[in-house]
Structure formats: C-alpha cells, structure tokens
C-alpha cells in the first residue's frame, strides 16, 4: 500500500482529514468480527503486533509497483517497466519495514518470493493494458461517516472514470479467486467500497472489479442503491454488535479452520492459551467512550 496515500473525504472545515484518529470499519476489521470477536479485539483493540508473512507482504510489493506504474507515461507502462520497478520497491519496503527483510533464509529463498512476484504482475497485464487507462484515483484513503455515525473507512486500489462519468472501482488481489461458496466475503468488500464511494461522491459506481493476480481471474459486481442500503444495515449491524462487545469487555473466540494463519494461538483459550485483561481504556480506544457510560 501506499505510504502517502491520497486521502479522499467529504468536505471539512480542514483540508487535512476530519476523522483521523477515529476508530473506523474497513472491511477487513468486519471480516475479523465475523469470523472471530476476540481475533478482532486482539488486533483493533489491542492493536498487537503481528509478524510479516510472505504472501501479505507480496502483496503489499505488487500493490506498491502497480501503483507506481501509473506514474509513468501511458506508453510506458508495460511488463518490462512493472519488473523493473520491483528491486527499487522491494528495496523501499525493506526501508519502511526493516521487519520484513528477515523473512528469509538466504538470497536464494528472496530470490524465488521475488520471482512469484513477477509472475503475478505478467498475470496483470494478461488482464488489462494500463497504457488504455488514466485512473482517477489510486491508493484512495475514503473515509465516510454514516447518518447514524458509523464511520468507515477503506482504501480503493484504484478509481476509473469514463467519458460518461460512470465509475468503476478496481481492487488488485495477489491470491487466487476464491470457490464459489467463499465469494461473500469478496463481494462484501466490494459492496463495501461501492458504498464508500457512492456517500463520498453521491454516485453508485456502475462497475466494481477484483483483480486476482493469483490465478488470472476477475470478480466483477454491478451494485445499485438497494443492495448499497442493505450493506449499509449490515456495516451499522456489525458496528452495533461491536458495540455492545467493547462496553460489556467480552470477545469470545470462535474457531475455524482460518485459526491456522492466527498469530494469537497462544493468548487464545480454544488453543490453551491465556488472554490478557481487557484494558482498561479498551472501550475509550474504541468508541471514544468510558465502559459503562453508554
Ligand atoms: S486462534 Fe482462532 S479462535 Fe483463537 S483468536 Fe485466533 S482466530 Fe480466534
């Protein structure tokens, strides 16, 4: 992701953003409430570490060299550019994050993550041809507060606009799509974005797409307001949930077989584990209020 990603928010009195520092929902924190409350407290509330793994950090290097492919001229834009703006990237990111420079063993275990990496950008570019494309919009921070005063927030890959005005958002995936009863959740997200993009902008983008760069496919999903207003219920339904959990202390582990890639095994009751008090400002951190003064 971006380091300086460009922040779009409705008007404010500041330029600057109006919510920061503000607890939000993303999608993702949604997804780690959905499958399990006490993953979501251990993360949001918290807010402890978690090490680097290989594929969310290839992740983050595709998405920083997409990005920066667009900084170039349209006719430049191709296969032997993106590869060429890996090293110089991967270097960045090691700057940022020195954490994740010692995800491997030698140079020849780098070497063959670098390489995946390429080939899910040559994926790329059997998907779309970005010298055709002038994005709107990339590395978009959204944040929008909702009539009940849930405040959300999401990061749009990238945001095309056509002649005619129509939108279409486009979020990058370095995984494979997912099988036909996993699909949910991606189109949640994407739900989830039309609905950022639609209170920003007051337009219902005409197309969202998920690139998978894992596997060569693509998720599109047309939204209209109906469905946008049914996300919404479910956001302000799942912030209520939360809600309720911070001011009672109380977030239960759920298992499933997502608890393999938890990095929390060992402060969770299901796996022996032991968790930490709830702290004590917890609900202050959250919600901005005292535990019990709501
Ligand atoms: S190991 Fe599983 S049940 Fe325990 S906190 Fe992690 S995701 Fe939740």
Redesign the pocket.
């Known amino acids: 992701m971006s380091a300086s990603p460009e922040v779009l928010t409705r008007p404010a009195p500041s330029p600057e953003r109006p919510h920061a520092g503000r607890a939000a929902l993303s999608p993702s924190r949604i997804n780690d409430f959905k499958?399990?409350?006490?993953?979501f407290r251990?993360r949001t509330i918290d807010r402890l570490p978690e090490p680097p793994s290989p594929a969310a950090t290839r992740g983050t290097l595709v998405h920083s060299v997409l990005e920066r492919l667009f900084d170039l001229p349209a006719g430049e834009r191709t296969v032997e550019s993106a590869r060429a703006l890996l090293g110089p990237q991967w270097q960045e990111l090691c700057e940022r994050e020195p954490a994740v420079a010692e995800l491997f063993a030698d140079d020849a275990e780098a070497g063959a993550w670098l390489r995946g990496a390429t080939t899910l950008l040559e994926t790329y570019f059997g998907l779309e041809d970005p010298r055709r494309l002038e994005p709107a919009g990339r590395e978009m921070l959204c944040e929008v507060e909702l009539p009940s005063g849930v405040l959300l927030r999401g990061i749009v890959d990238r945001l095309d606009v056509a002649r005619d005005g129509a939108l279409r958002v486009v979020d990058y995936k370095t995984g494979r799509s997912p099988a036909e009863q996993f699909a949910g959740s991606a189109l949640f997200q994407m739900r989830f974005y039309a609905l950022l993009i639609w209170r920003l902008r007051g337009v219902v983008p005409r197309r969202l797409q998920l690139l998978y760069l894992g596997d060569g496919q693509v998720l599109t999903y047309d939204p209209d307001e109906a469905s946008l207003l049914a996300t919404e219920r479910t956001v302000e339904a799942v912030w209520a949930a939360i809600r309720r959990a911070t001011l009672a202390g109380e977030f239960a582990?759920?298992?499933?077989r997502?608890?393999d890639w938890?990095?929390?095994?060992a402060?969770?009751?299901?796996?022996g584990?032991t968790t930490p008090p709830f702290p004590a400002d917890g609900a202050e951190r959250l919600l901005g209020v005292e535990a019990g003064s709501a």
Do not use: A, E, K, V
């Open positions: 499958q399990c409350p006490l993953l251990l582990p759920r298992t499933s997502l608890c938890c990095s929390h095994q402060l969770c009751p299901s796996f584990g």
